[in-house]
């Protein structure tokens, strides 16, 4: 099936961290996109060695049965969650109920057979809290996977119902740093810039103040990233379903397609 398009096609930004980029700018290329790779963040896991950081994971790894839930904020948390979880139970502890924010770190908990629930439709804290199992929690200890660092809404109105929260950070985020030069290249042709959260974007315009008005349009994978981004003066900017990439490719479709 062949893919016609109303316009010259715009070159795609793609910011994903280098292991989680391939599939999908292999994908944007056969929509017949040129596709440049600038990846704002790079994801760095701890290992499990006897640093601070390592410690604290593995501590709440272990205690890990003695909590009644456990939410995954990303695909990076629950990845890292279940390579710490691998090393320590040979068996999933019984009795805990899993969360996930949205499909992406859904998809990881398949991968381990684990059963979860998540959003309908808006996939961010604000949808998890919404859950109708999380409206009851008084009492209830609940862990959070997630990196260093990042939004505070999800565990201060679960603790505002009366829930203990606890974090296991995971990872921390490193910001990559581009010479202006390279900069240059990428934004050439007003591209299409996709980005995954507001830090993505607070890392572009640190390096590129007016970034918002190199690009021509920017995709983003949920409202509420849709708003921070407008307010930082962007323009053309649309929401894709979720972080998916059959998501982000549907909206590079629905924005350039002709027809089919």
């Known amino acids: 099936m062949v893919m016609t398009f109303t316009e010259q096609l715009p070159p795609v930004i ?63 948390a629950a990845e890292s969650g279940f390579s710490w979880m691998d090393d320590y139970w040979p068996q999933m502890p019984v009795g805990l109920r899993w969360y996930a924010v949205g499909p992406t770190t859904a998809a990881v908990y398949r991968e381990h057979n684990v059963d979860i629930e998540m959003p309908v439709d808006r996939f961010d804290s604000e949808g ?37 929260v606890d974090y296991a950070e995971l990872y921390e985020r490193r910001q990559i740093d581009w010479p202006e030069a390279d900069w240059e290249k990428t934004l050439q042709d007003s591209p299409v810039l996709l980005l995954s959260s507001g830090q993505a974007l607070d890392i572009a315009q640190q390096q590129i103040p007016d970034i918002a008005t190199r690009v021509s349009t920017i995709i983003v994978p949920s409202e509420r990233v849709a708003t921070y981004v407008r307010q930082q003066g962007c323009t053309d900017v649309i929401v894709a379903a979720s972080a998916r990439n059959e998501d982000t490719l549907h909206s590079l479709r629905a924005r350039f397609a002709a027809g089919r």
């Not at 998890?128 to 997630?146: C, D, F, M, T, Y």
Request: with cysteine; net charge negative.
């Open 14 to 76: 793609v910011t994903r961290p280098a292991d989680k980029a391939d599939e999908l700018i292999g994908s944007v290329a056969k929509l017949g996109f040129e596709v440049r790779h600038h990846p704002l963040i790079e994801i760095r896991r701890f290992d499990d060695d006897d640093s601070a950081a390592s410690r604290a994971c593995r501590q709440k790894i272990l205690d890990i049965d003695h909590y009644d839930a456990v939410i995954a904020i990303s695909q990076n």
């Open 128 to 164: 998890v809290l919404a859950l109708p199992s999380l409206q009851q929690v008084e009492g209830e200890k609940i862990l959070i996977w997630r990196g260093v660092g990042g939004r505070e809404t999800l565990a201060s109105v679960l603790r505002e119902r009366g829930a203990r």
